[in-house]
Each structure stands twice: as structure tokens, then as C-alpha cells.
């Protein structure tokens, strides 16, 4: 049974890089894609972008110019950066399988961007 | 593309049909998934490809439509089914969701 956990820091200064990692058990990250979508209160749920082992990534144009993603196919996992963060970047961070639907999630973590 | 669920709360009751609608801007064939979400916990895919059950999901929820215009359907509404149902369209980039159907015990 795949699974995924996202980690990383809860509380993140404002104007700071997020930085989350999603681990993938029970299954390879090779020949999939794997998506970052976000849950907060004031914006439901929100697709920050998708990765490809190629480095075929697709961002919401959202938040194209502070966000990166990437896959480490060592450690089975892939990751998110969001620079430049605000208030409005707090929200509970999900990772997911995405071929396609998005078929597999993490359990989410919240991260709170606050002095 | 815009996604606009409606209603975006209902009350009912156990046995209850219950049907959401999703209206996409746009034409997105049968690119649209329905999501179903419980308090403290991550979506959980419920059709995709507008009207195919995942596996597992039980045979009340149906999905139909094609185009601009999607619907969920619980035939006959059991407790474990309130929850917050969400649609997601994957016509087109960036990838968006309805805003929510909250359904709730009457």
C-alpha cells in the first residue's frame, strides 16, 4: 500500500523559504507524477504544482516565480520550496500521487508563517 | 477554470439522495474527480474520470456529466457519508477545485 508523509518545519518567519518533503513508502516516486496541493481557511483547497522525475513540473501560475519542486530518487521522496512567504501562505501542505486524479495523499501538515 | 459547486452546504438525513453539482467555466470533457473530506483528515478520491467509482468506494456515490456541467449523487445517504465533497477539474493547467459541498445531519 503506497504511502505518503509529508515533513518539515511548522512555523516559518515571514519573507522565508517553506520547505516541506513528502516521503513515499511502498511504492518507486520513479514513473510517476507527484503534486503539492494546499488547504487553508479562507481559500479551500489550493494545486500549487506537480513534478516529474524528468524535471517536467508544472506550477500554478500563482505562484510560479517563489515556487520550486523537485524529486530525489535516492531517497523515494520529493520536495517543495515556497520563497518569499506571507500570512497567506498558512495552510495545511499536502503531498499526493497525481497521475492524473490524485489518488494517493499524506495526511497534511500545517505551517504557520508568523514572527 | 473556474469550478462552481452548488449547493455549498445541504442538511440531510439518513437514506436521503443527495445530489452536488459541479459547473465547470469552461469545456473539460470528462476531466473532473470528486473528493470527499473529512475533519482533520486529506481528501479521498471518490470517481474520477467524471463517473468511475474508485475502488472501494461504494456503489450509492455515482458520478455523472461531461462537458460543463458534473454531478455526485449518494443514493441513499449513511452516517459515515457527512463530510465535505469537493470536485477538481484536470482539463486544464493549473489544476482547480470547487469551493466545497458541506453536507450535514439534519
Known amino acids: 500500500q503506497l504511502q505518503l508523509q509529508e515533513s518539515g518545519p511548522g512555523l516559518v518567519k515571514p519573507s522565508e523559504t517553506l520547505s516541506l518533503t513528502c516521503i513515499v513508502s511502498?511504492?518507486?516516486?520513479?514513473?510517476?507524477?507527484w503534486s503539492w496541493i494546499r488547504q487553508s481557511a479562507g481559500k479551500g483547497l489550493e494545486w500549487l504544482g506537480r513534478?516529474?522525475?524528468?524535471?517536467?513540473?508544472n506550477y500554478n501560475p500563482s505562484l510560479q516565480s517563489r515556487v520550486t519542486m523537485s524529486v530525489d530518487t535516492s531517497k523515494n521522496q520529493f520536495s517543495l520550496k515556497l520563497s518569499s512567504v506571507t500570512a497567506a501562505d498558512t495552510a495545511v501542505y499536502y503531498c499526493?500521487?497525481?497521475?492524473?486524479?490524485?489518488?494517493?495523499w499524506g495526511q497534511g501538515i500545517l505551517v504557520t508563517v508568523s514572527s | 477554470i473556474q469550478l462552481t459547486q452548488s449547493p455549498s452546504s445541504l442538511s440531510a438525513s439518513v437514506g436521503d439522495r443527495v445530489t452536488i453539482t459541479c459547473r465547470a467555466s469552461?469545456?473539460?470533457?470528462?476531466?473532473l474527480v470528486w473528493y470527499q473530506q473529512k475533519p482533520g483528515k486529506a481528501p479521498k478520491l471518490l470517481v474520477y474520470?467524471?463517473?468511475t467509482l474508485q475502488s472501494g468506494v461504494p456503489s450509492r456515490f455515482s458520478g455523472s456529466g461531461s462537458g460543463t456541467d458534473f454531478t455526485l449523487t449518494i443514493s441513499s445517504l449513511q452516517p459515515e457519508d457527512f463530510a465535505t465533497y469537493y470536485c477538481?477539474?484536470?482539463?486544464?493547467?493549473?489544476?482547480?477545485f470547487g469551493q466545497g459541498t458541506k453536507v450535514e445531519f439534519k
Open positions: 477538481q477539474q484536470l482539463g486544464g493547467y493549473p489544476l482547480t
Open positions: 499526493a500521487r497525481a497521475d492524473g486524479d490524485h489518488d494517493y
Open positions: 511502498g511504492g518507486s516516486i520513479r514513473s510517476h507524477y
Open positions: 513534478v516529474y522525475i524528468s524535471g517536467s513540473n
Open positions: 474520470a467524471a463517473s
Open positions: 469552461q469545456g473539460i470533457s470528462t476531466y
